[in-house]
């Protein structure tokens, strides 16, 4: 794989709380310009960027993000808006605290609510690895699984740690066959992609593929 493929995993982020017009348009014109699989940003940004590129460019958002314990109307709500913003896409955080309380049916019910809410829109469920068990996080993949969502995903990016090789190599273990596998989280060079993209996933979240990519193009590579 060239690295003009790996673009094409690349769900290229700006989820910033200080992310300005000006940081999320060029983040967009990278998309545009080197293609890849979206743009995954704020909400609040979802209808500017639908209204200036139209269909030029797939949009990603996150819903209960970071921390993922607002209620599930909440997160409806939020998915519902989003949706009819323009958004193509839906990541979304699970409510960890009814992880640790062992309330997986209800997790599974959450992540059922929100994916109705995104009427066909591609659902991904981020379950911030770095907060889970091993036994939560195979729990997790049985929930997204059940659930009917597209992807698995490990991370915010926000939290304590990142993807990780292992935590990728047991979702392929426990998912479903129709879950996808999102990491995201601290993968910061073309290396690290292709490690992961060779673990079987389909999507890589990150904010420097874009700029790895330049930089290797001035070095020739």
């Not at 460019?57 to 913003?85: M, R, W």
């Not at 292992?166 to 601290?186: N, W």
């Amino acid at each position: 794989m060239n690295k003009f493929e790996l673009l094409n995993y690349v769900d290229h982020t700006q989820l910033k709380a200080f992310a300005t017009w000006e940081n999320i348009k060029k983040l967009c014109d990278e998309a545009v310009e080197y293609k890849t699989a979206s743009v995954c940003i704020p909400p609040c940004y979802i209808k500017r960027i639908h209204d200036t590129y139209g269909d030029k460019i797939n949009i990603c958002t996150v819903i209960g993000f970071p921390l993922g314990y607002s209620v599930t109307e909440a997160k409806v709500a939020e998915c519902v808006q989003a949706v009819g913003d323009g958004a193509n896409e839906i990541d979304m955080v699970i409510n960890i605290s009814d992880v640790k309380n062992k309330q997986y049916k209800k997790v599974e019910e959450e992540i059922v609510a929100v994916k109705k809410a995104a009427c066909g829109r591609i659902l991904k469920v981020i379950i911030e690895t770095c907060y889970l068990t091993e036994d939560e996080k195979i729990e997790m993949c049985h929930a997204v699984t059940n659930a009917g969502a597209d992807y698995i995903k490990t991370s915010t990016g926000f939290g304590t740690a990142g993807a990780t090789i292992d935590d990728v190599k047991l979702f392929r273990k426990h998912i479903g066959p129709s879950v996808k596998i999102k990491a995201a989280g601290g993968i910061r060079t073309l290396e690290e992609m292709e490690a992961f993209i060779g673990e079987g996933c389909s999507r890589i979240g990150t904010s420097s593929a874009v700029k790895l990519i330049k930089d290797a193009e001035k070095r020739n590579l």
